[in-house]
């Protein structure tokens, strides 16, 4: 089955809002996480990345938090925009060659 | 541009009728893969390659082949297609492991009737 989920498989945002998109893993060997971003009819986009020694990292308006403790990851966007509308995943990399991706989360952005 | 071209973005066939769906990349990227996307299940890798002649399965390969004689292509052939390979397909690359800043293509949409 998946390794990795996300709580949520909706999100609605009022624009201007901060987002926060919640993913568990339950792999506690997993050392590399990665954040994607799926717009409607495109391929998934890379928006950040984080390593198990850090327990968080910051983009532009996005920042990747890792709770190792309770195998919990987490995306926030800052300020959202209605260009920030599409379908987030997160992705585990437990060995090496191999990313195991989450359901997804759609966040949909209210005017 | 450096990109990663997915053919053809549609396609629908029919039960046994052998297709093969096109991926190219223009980075040098030495690792490619394949993935589908079913409603609720997110991605599921099929197949995967290192480099030039290195393929390896992914958690969902029965039913599909894979070749890689060249860096830059990475074809998928379905040999017999059946209709639970109805799915939304993506081919990617990356530079490194695989495991990393993975580059996707658009995407092709299979039906098999």
Redesign the interface.
Known sequence: G?S?GLHLPTLSVQEGDNSIINCAYSNSASD?F?W?KQES??????II?IRSNMDKRQGQRVTVLLNKTVKHLSLQIAATQPGDSAVY?C?E?WR????S????TTVTVRA | EAQ?TQNPRYLITVTGKKLTVTCSQNMNHE?MSW?RQDP??????IY?S?NVEVT?K?DVPEGYKVSRKEKRNFPLILESPSPNQTSLY?C?SSLG???????????TQLSVL
């Open positions: 998946e990795v590399y990665i994607y009819g495109k391929g998934p986009q890379f990345d995943f992705a990399n090496d060659y191999k990313l991706f989450g359901a997804g | 990663v690792y993935y609720g299940l997110g991605l599921r890798q995967y290192m390896d992914g993506f990617a492991q695989g495991h990393e800043k993975l580059f996707f293509g658009s995407g």
